[in-house]
């Protein structure tokens, strides 16, 4: 017959001192991570913003000297219409780049807005505008919009 014999040493139940602070340090490390990360999502936005932005502006430049002219082409004349004929993309269908296709696939309408703020439609082209001011106007650098500046600008 056997008997069952107890044990000296209580049952423990628990963490540690050790344990917990392990855990508190690393949660810890986690969050000196993650909150900066959180702080930059505004130039996140617009860094991923203005990189849509030059991709669009790129590819109708090119389509243009192909001579698939998006602007003309784009039954909706706003600015993010034609930004949006410019993502799904066109053949050209003459010349010696015929059967070419430009696009910029997978962008989302609010990719596409968010592009938008930094495309401006001058003459008739595409243009990209790489800083916009608080007030929404936008400007570029080395610029001048009076003839004092113009005349206080650096010359070569």
Do not use: C, H, W
């Amino acid at each position: 017959m056997k008997t069952a014999t107890l044990s000296s040493q209580p049952l423990r139940r628990g963490f540690s001192l050790f344990e917990v602070l392990m855990v508190v340090s690393i949660i810890g490390i986690i969050t000196a991570i993650a909150v900066p990360m959180m702080n930059n999502l505004e130039t996140f936005y617009a860094a991923r913003d203005r990189r849509n932005a030059q991709e669009l502006v790129n590819t109708s430049m090119m389509a243009q000297a192909a001579g698939l002219d998006f602007i003309k082409l784009s039954s909706d004349k706003s600015l993010e219409g034609i930004l949006q004929s410019v993502s799904n993309g066109g053949m050209v269908s003459t010349g010696p780049l015929k059967g070419r296709s430009f696009a910029v696939p997978g962008l989302s309408q609010e990719d596409i807005a968010g592009a938008a703020k930094y495309v401006s439609n001058q003459n008739g082209e595409l243009r990209y505008i790489p800083e916009s001011d608080e007030s929404g106007a936008r400007s570029r650098p080395g610029s001048y919009s009076n003839k004092e500046n113009y005349e206080d600008r650096p010359t070569r």
